[in-house]
């Protein structure tokens, strides 16, 4: 008796398991064909979007530009271009044509994307990288204000301009 049952919620599982997967977009981590973007950030936010804790902290809007979803899983993030992996993402998807929020707070016990340094609003710079360390996009920028972010515009072009209207986590305008 309890064969059959343990036998048949195996076959309910695999059932289920094969009814979702058709649905999820394919993963697609290699790094020439990524379309995965430093999009938008904020080195000065006084007033624009609080974190899980209420504060209102530096952040960095990454975009998926591409068809499929990307796994996070060891890349990284850095305020400083010889440190490749100085922040590194836990497991986390972005799903084709999204964003993702990361906080720059050195602040980790606040979530699991709270990176462990800040946005200088005098002018920094930004990169992001595979887990074996190749550059995904980069960024080097000057003096930032408060309550306005930097963002490529349309998402994930090669065009970046001040946005008086932030976005974060959403497209960018
Ligand atoms: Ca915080
Ligand atoms: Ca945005």
């Known amino acids: 008796m309890i064969m059959k049952i343990f036998k048949a919620s195996l076959i309910l599982l695999i059932f289920i398991g094969s009814c979702d997967k058709p649905t999820e977009p394919p993963v697609d981590n290699t790094p020439k064909t990524l379309k995965l973007y430093i999009n ?6 006084k007033t624009t979007i609080a974190d899980e804790a209420g504060q209102f902290n530096d952040w960095v809007e990454l975009y998926n530009g591409a068809d499929t979803v990307i796994n996070l899983n060891g ?3 850095t305020d400083t271009l010889g440190k490749s992996g100085k922040w590194k993402f836990p497991g986390v998807n972005i799903l084709p044509k999204q964003w993702l929020l990361i906080w720059c707070d050195e602040d980790s016990s606040q ?3 709270h990176a462990n340094f800040k946005l200088s609003a005098s002018g920094e710079e930004l ?3 595979t887990p074996d360390g190749k550059v995904v ?11 306005t972010s ?4 349309p998402d994930g072009s090669a065009t970046w301009k001040f946005m008086p209207t932030p976005t974060p986590r959403s497209a960018n305008k």
């Open 150 to 153: 930097y963002g490529r515009f």
């Open 127 to 129: 990169g992001l990288f």
């Open 40 to 45: 938008e950030f904020m080195a000065s936010n």
């Open 75 to 77: 890349f990284s993030i």
């Open 137 to 147: 996009d980069t960024i080097t920028y000057g003096k930032q204000f408060p309550d």
């Open 111 to 113: 979530g699991p994307l």
